[in-house]
């Protein structure tokens, strides 16, 4: 028995409780590269050139600890004591042969300043596909900055009847925001005739 280590362990877990680590306090390790790139394969499916929503699914897919996606400064997470383990499952990953996930995306996930995000990339993808289709909105895409998908609408009237779709179909009013913008990026493309 090795007391000491033990206790370090101990000491390690509660001392940085801000920062928890693989194996303290309920945080998984890491799956083995084999698992995760067993993972990745199940997560890609038929997937052929990989969009990066694809690839964001695939990560959520694939890493723990709720994946909501990347940007050049922030890793968005469900669960953002799973910090350390996602990171180095996606340093992990990128072991992977045939992978259809960009080295940028890994690198970030393995540097970028954790937030916590409420909602998951495969939350909101699977949201946005119910919505794509329920007409009336001008722009949309899903917002990992702020954990949303983000709709503009040319009147109000049209913001409306969506929200009330979005409501039927069961999204939550916080996985949205929605805005009335009567003079969109798409209504001034339309008004040059391109």
Request: some cysteine.
């Amino acid at each position: 028995m090795n007391l000491f280590g033990q206790c370090w362990a101990v000491v390690l877990c509660s001392a940085v409780a801000s920062i928890p680590l693989a194996g303290c306090a309920g945080v998984p390790e890491p799956l083995s590269e084999a698992e995760l790139c067993a993972r990745l394969v199940s997560a890609t499916g038929d997937v052929g050139v990989a969009t990066m929503d694809d690839q964001f699914e695939i990560l959520a897919r694939t890493l723990p600890g709720g994946f909501a996606g990347v940007t050049y400064q922030d890793l968005f997470l469900k669960q953002p004591d799973y910090a350390e383990t996602v990171r180095e499952s996606a340093r992990r990953v990128g072991s992977c042969p045939n992978r259809q996930i960009e080295t940028q995306f890994l690198y970030l996930i393995q540097h970028n300043t954790v937030r916590k995000a409420k909602y998951d990339w495969v939350e909101l993808r699977h949201w946005y596909a119910q919505l794509f289709d329920a007409g009336g909105w001008a722009t949309g895409d899903i917002s990992e900055g702020i954990n949303r998908l983000s709709f503009t609408f040319r009147t109000q009237a049209t913001l409306t009847v969506f929200l009330g779709k979005a409501r039927a179909l069961g999204v939550p009013d916080d996985a949205l925001d929605l805005v009335f913008s009567p003079g969109t990026a798409v209504d001034f493309v339309a008004a040059r005739g391109q």
